[in-house]
C-alpha cells in the first residue's frame, strides 16, 4: 500500500512516519502542495495525509483534485493547527474522511489511520 504525505513541517512529518512505521506501506513524502498534486497525477495512492496550509498549493487543492477532477474516493486525513469547528466542518463537507488536529499524537494518529489501510 503507498501512502501520500504532503507536510511542510518537518517535525509534523516525523510523527506522520513514526505512525506508519509498523504499518506495510510504502510512505511518500512530499513537502509542498505543487509536488503533492504532481505525485497524485502520476501515481495512485491508498491513503492521502495532507496538511491543510502548505506552500505553492494548500490541502483544498489536493481534495479538489482527488474528488472533483480524478473522482476518487482515495481516504483523505486533513492535518492542521487550524483547527477551528469551521475549518474542520469545511474540510470534511469538501469530502476529507478524517481530521488531526496538530499538535500530532502519533500513537493517536496510527489508531485513526488504521482503519483506512485495513
Known amino acids: ?5 504532503c507536510e511542510d513541517d518537518l517535525v509534523v512529518l516525523k510523527a506522520i ?8 506501506v510504502e510512505a511518500i513524502p512530499v513537502k509542498d502542495g505543487l509536488l503533492a498534486l504532481e505525485k497524485l497525477r502520476e501515481d495512485t495512492f491508498d491513503l492521502i495525509i495532507t496538511d491543510i496550509h502548505m506552500p505553492f498549493h ?7 483534485l482527488v474528488r472533483e477532477e480524478q473522482r476518487k474516493n482515495t481516504p483523505i486525513v486533513m492535518i492542521s493547527s487550524d483547527a477551528q469547528d469551521e475549518v ?3 474540510a470534511l463537507k469538501q469530502g476529507v474522511n478524517d481530521f488531526v488536529k496538530k499538535p500530532i499524537d502519533p500513537v493517536s494518529l496510527q489508531k485513526r489511520i488504521q482503519k483506512f489501510l485495513r
Open 17 to 24: 512516519l513514526v505512525a506508519l512505521e509498523n504499518e506495510q
Open 88 to 90: 474542520i466542518q469545511f
Open 58 to 64: 494548500n490541502g483544498d487543492d489536493i481534495i479538489k
Open 1 to 5: 500500500m503507498k501512502v501520500l504525505i
